[in-house]
């Protein structure tokens, strides 16, 4: 493993551990479930908007390492960004863990995202880790259902 690898490794162990922003919200504007079947990962996501701006983000549930870790990530990196520009994280983010690779730009742009780089070579993994973005965008999109990774 490089240097990179470990530090991304730390990273994601780290936010599993200890989750940023864990915790259920009275006054949330949105809310959404999500669940990963094939992992059994389950989340429930808070969202509190003005004016087309996420101003805080909570989530709660329970999951293995890779999903409450980007969960917490998530919600971390949502704080203080439009609606719009959360749907474009949406959109690298899930670009980054599915499509089609170019090693020289994996992760380029992605911030602290790019640790996650890596779960791509793992498909079962891909799940854990997009679970939280699916519920996010249910949440914004005033789903109901619970988003599901299948
Ligand atoms: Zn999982």
């Known amino acids: 493993m490089s240097d990179l690898q470990d530090l991304y490794q730390e990273l994601i162990i780290d936010h599993s551990k200890r989750p940023r922003n864990f915790g259920s ?15 059994g990962d389950k989340l429930k996501l808070f969202l509190k908007i003005e004016d087309a701006v ?20 998530m919600t971390d990196m949502l704080k203080g960004q439009t609606i719009e520009q959360a749907a474009s994280l949406f959109e690298t983010f899930h670009y980054m863990i599915t499509g089609p690779k170019d090693p020289q730009h994996v992760g380029t742009g992605l911030g602290k995202l790019a640790v996650f780089a890596g779960v791509s070579a793992f498909p079962a993994r891909v799940k854990c880790a997009t679970l ?18 299948e």
């Open 25 to 39: 919200m009275d006054d949330a504007d949105r809310t959404a479930d999500g669940f990963n079947p094939l992992c």
């Open 54 to 73: 996420i101003r805080d983000v909570k989530f709660i549930g329970a999951g293995c390492a890779i999903s409450t870790a980007s969960a917490s990530v």
């Open 132 to 149: 939280a973005w699916h519920t996010m965008r249910n949440a914004i999109s005033g789903k109901t259902e619970a988003a599901s990774t």
